[in-house]
């Protein structure tokens, strides 16, 4: 799974337009929650007992897993290879002949590509590694604030939504004593809600932008979930407002958690970016392992409501916090180049660029590059990325 989200968010991000980067990863990211969906769906046949024995449903289940992965094995045939990753390892050559089939495909369907002047070309030594030393140089050294706010939005989004998500179905028959075997049903509005908001919301990622969409829908969760909260500690609603109030809360918190991998894809330098998704990721989880035990643990026996409540005050507040401090420290990387929101590591000139940082954008403090060393880099002689792999950009 962490391979995957590295994978996939990468891609994304290296091959999709700067205009629609955002609403684009943020909505496949969305689609686990169609896979959710189709989950619960299956709960419904492979866990009834009047169709399966109890020790057979639940195995037969897990190959519905392998199946999809089988098939994704052959869709990843028609996705081509980064353009800008194969520039940075050197193979010229092939990032040309994949641009230009990418324009062709496009010049046939929409038009011609737009130009952009030579102007905008930069110049790269290729970079076939990064010794480890020089990857933590870059999330430590030169961009710690970018570092605590793809740290911040992982473990925040990782240890609520596997806190509520994990237990969701405890709470439903501890607290609302609902049947075991009704509990699926509950998992439908949840995963409409988690998969339409990323669908709805991306596009204001792209158009009003990353932190003020980030702080709306982290904080705005946060607060629903609260409001929820003191009505759960008054026991004054049923299991469905319950989860009414779980899905208005979550439609906005999968926007949000969707643009965490997006966020931690593009705010690190080219060639780090993958491994950045994936040690994130790792750390982000080692915290989301924690809300299962601490909330299970809340649940008990069901008999005292205000342990939970106290849980998912905390959850609430996590969410919030996690917007706030991506909106004071986060950057404003919408409609920008992947090479404007950080230089990579094999840019010939980025030593000096960064001794004297300028940004051209005018962004100063939490919305530009940190100051610091770069960390000695090796490669053959520079090769120019030119205007053709900057109309893809366009």
Request: some cysteine; aromatic content about 12%; glycine content about 12%.
């Amino acid at each position: 799974m962490g391979g995957e989200y590295a994978a996939i968010n990468s891609a994304i991000d290296e091959l999709i337009p700067s205009h629609y980067r955002g609403r684009v990863d943020i909505a496949i990211n969305g689609t686990y929650w169609a896979g959710a969906a189709l989950g619960a769906f299956g709960n419904l046949f492979f866990l009834d007992n009047h169709i399966f024995a109890e020790g057979i449903g639940w195995r037969l289940g897990f190959f519905v897993g392998p199946v999809l992965g089988i098939i994704i094995i052959f869709l990843r045939r028609g996705v081509p290879e980064s353009p800008r990753w194969l520039m940075t390892h050197g193979r010229q050559e092939e990032a040309e002949s994949t641009v230009q089939g990418i324009e062709d495909r496009v010049e046939r369907t929409t038009g011609p590509v737009k130009t952009v002047p030579d102007s905008k070309a930069i110049e790269i030594s290729p970079l076939t590694k990064v010794p480890i030393l020089q990857l933590l140089r870059v999330f430590v050294l030169e961009y710690p604030k970018r570092t605590i706010v793809g740290l911040t939005m992982m473990i925040t989004q990782s240890f609520l939504y596997n806190a509520i998500f994990f237990t969701y179905a405890l709470a439903l028959t501890n607290f609302y004593h609902v049947p075991k075997e009704q509990t699926s049903w509950y998992f439908f509005p949840f995963a409409i809600g988690n998969l339409l908001g990323p669908i709805l919301l991306g596009h204001l990622f792209d158009t009003w932008g990353r932190r003020k969409m980030v702080l709306l829908t982290y904080g705005g969760a946060g607060v629903i979930l609260l409001a929820s909260s003191l009505l759960f500690q008054a026991n004054a609603i049923t299991a469905i407002v319950q989860a009414i109030f779980w899905s208005a809360a979550f439609f906005l918190a999968s926007a949000g958690a969707s643009s965490a991998y997006l966020t931690v894809s593009e705010l690190f330098p080219l060639e780090v970016r993958s491994r950045g998704i994936s040690f994130f990721f790792s750390i982000a989880q080692i915290f989301g392992a924690l809300g299962p035990v601490i909330y299970g643990g809340l649940i008990g026996d069901g008999h005292n409501r205000t342990g939970m409540a106290v849980g998912y005050y905390i959850g609430a507040g996590v969410m919030i916090l996690g917007g706030i401090i991506t909106f004071v420290l986060g950057v404003n990387a919408e409609r920008k180049p992947l090479e404007e929101v950080a230089d990579p590591l094999s840019l010939a000139n980025r030593q000096q660029r960064r001794e004297g940082w300028t940004d051209p954008k005018g962004d100063t403090g939490a919305n530009a590059g940190e100051k610091g060393s770069s960390g000695s880099r090796s490669g053959a002689d520079p090769c120019r990325a030119g205007h053709r792999r900057a109309s893809v950009e366009s």
